[in-house]
């Protein structure tokens, strides 16, 4: 089976930090352009990163601009985020998410999803 297994998330207070990270199980993911999204209850989901498959370019939306790094390890077959400078907005579940045929640019939503790993940022 194609899935991620997410980890990382828990509890932080405002303008903490947390690394989360994603791990492919069942297929490598070299050759993938793999997005983070998250989703909180009553909103929609939002791509807070993405890190493509050609020369490992990388997106992020304004909202998070210089706070969160995406990378991935190939050797590990996993994909990171480094989430810095942490605000209540960030608040959500964070999934990583990708297919064969998915690019970072894409308005589309990719197939392949994992489980999610909770954010919570609150005094």
């Known amino acids: 089976q194609e899935t991620f297994v997410e980890s990382g998330g828990g509890l932080v207070q405002p303008g903490g930090s947390l690394r989360l990270s994603c791990a492919a199980s069942g297929f490598r993911l070299d050759y993938y352009a793999v997005g983070w999204f998250r989703q909180a209850p009553g909103k929609e989901r939002e791509k807070v990163s993405c890190?493509?498959?050609?020369?490992?370019?990388?997106y992020y939306p304004d909202s998070v601009k210089g706070r969160f790094t995406i990378s991935r390890d190939n050797a590990k077959n996993t994909v990171y985020l480094q989430m810095n400078s942490l605000k209540p907005e960030d608040t959500a579940v964070y999934y990583c998410?990708?297919?064969?045929?998915?690019?970072?640019?894409?308005?589309?939503?990719?197939?392949?999803w994992g489980q999610g790993t909770q954010v919570t940022v609150s005094s």
């Open positions: 890190i493509s498959s050609i020369r490992d370019r990388t």
């Open positions: 998410a990708t297919d064969r045929a998915w690019l970072c640019t894409d308005d589309d939503l990719p197939d392949v």
